[in-house]
């Protein structure tokens, strides 16, 4: 079985100011681990993925992440927000079966004051 | 770079309706998913499909939900006698087998709406 907690449901932070976005996960199986963004009434857009290889991914618009297997995190950051990434985040793990599906955090809203 | 598309985008029906939804995955992929997101809400995994036949299911896909992959290139997700709590956004997703990722790749979806 696998879950997601992502912590805080809406961040708030000034345009220039670090953004970190919380994930947490279990899983039983080693897992992918996936960011997305949503833009309002749109799609699901992959930000980045951690897939067994390097433990820091870089992805895009300045986004990365961290996979901490000993802290079960894969938290998102950014060194300078924009009023760009306005938008919601979601976290996701799937395992590393062929059939795996995605299970999903309930999302952050991510606000960018200027 | 291959995507995978849904059709409609939107589409409206009135309760107790069928419909069908359309998805054409990335041509070489084996595996295939829906999604729902309700309003506001996360994404949730409704059902997934591999080889012809369902690999596996969430509690939301009851009786009123079946999938069907036609022909060779479309997936559709059909509901049969839709309720005011299906409005939702559902995702259509593809998944190849070829490493080093597996990772699925999302269509727009198709926001529907039950009145």
């Known amino acids: 079985a696998q879950s997601v907690t992502q912590l805080g449901s809406h961040v708030s932070v000034s345009e220039g100011a670090l953004v970190l976005l919380r994930c947490n996960y279990s899983?039983?199986?080693?897992?992918?681990l996936f960011w997305y963004v949503q833009y309002p009434n749109q799609g699901l857009q992959l930000l980045l993925k951690?897939?067994?290889?390097?433990?820091l991914v870089k992805g895009i618009n300045g986004f990365e992440a961290e996979f901490k297997k000993s802290e079960t995190s894969f938290h998102l950051t950014k060194p300078s927000a924009h009023m760009s990434d306005a938008a919601e985040y979601f976290c996701?793990?799937?395992?590393?079966?062929?059939?795996?599906?995605?299970?999903f955090g309930d999302g952050t809203t991510l606000t960018v004051k200027p | 770079e291959p995507e995978v598309t849904q059709t409609p985008s939107h589409q409206v029906t009135q309760m107790g309706q069928e419909v069908i939804l359309r998805c054409v995955p990335i041509s070489n992929h084996l595996y295939f998913y829906w999604y729902r997101q309700i309003l506001g809400q996360k994404v949730e995994f409704l059902v997934s499909?591999?080889?012809?036949?369902?690999?596996?299911k969430s509690e939301i896909f009851d009786d009123q939900f079946s999938v069907e992959r036609p022909d060779g290139s479309n997936f559709t997700l059909k509901i049969r006698s839709t309720k005011l709590e299906d409005s939702a956004m559902y995702f259509c997703a593809s998944k190849g087998n070829r490493q080093p990722t597996y990772e699925q790749y999302f269509g727009p979806g198709t926001r529907l709406t039950v009145t």
């Open positions: 899983s039983s199986v080693p897992p992918y």
């Open positions: 951690y897939t067994s290889a390097a433990t």
């Open positions: 996701a793990v799937s395992d590393n079966t062929n059939a795996g599906k995605s299970t």
């Open positions: 499909f591999y080889n012809n036949e369902i690999s596996e």
